[in-house]
């Protein structure tokens, strides 16, 4: 049976086309970050693509609804408030719990990409927390 296509089913996202620096603060240095699902148009999920530089780690932050992150190449590391550095490589997948506590990024001698996953709260998908103690 061949399927329609609805006039509200959302567009393809083309690679490439969402692309832009991470806002500054939230981690030791920019990075790129494409939008591939926008909460405004997609209940309250969000979803993008990140590229870190080596060494370049986020701030401590949490999101209301938990995260996943799924690694598509390079080697990264993920860590949770109080534990110890986890590495990531292309093809893990990692999830956070709703306001967990946490940082991730590119370990000191990789590029790291993955794709991020996180649903929105009251229009909010992440907070940004102080940097490490």
Known sequence: MPQTTSSQSPAIHRAGTNMRRSPEGIA????WVESLVESSE???LTAMRCDLEPSVMTRWHTHPHGQILYVLSGVGLAERYGGSAEELRAGDCISFAPNERHRHGAAPESTFSYISIQAALDGSA????????
């Open 28 to 31: 030791t240095a920019s990075f």
């Open 42 to 44: 997609n209940g309250n």
């Open 126 to 133: 992440v907070t940004w927390l102080e940097e490490r103690p």
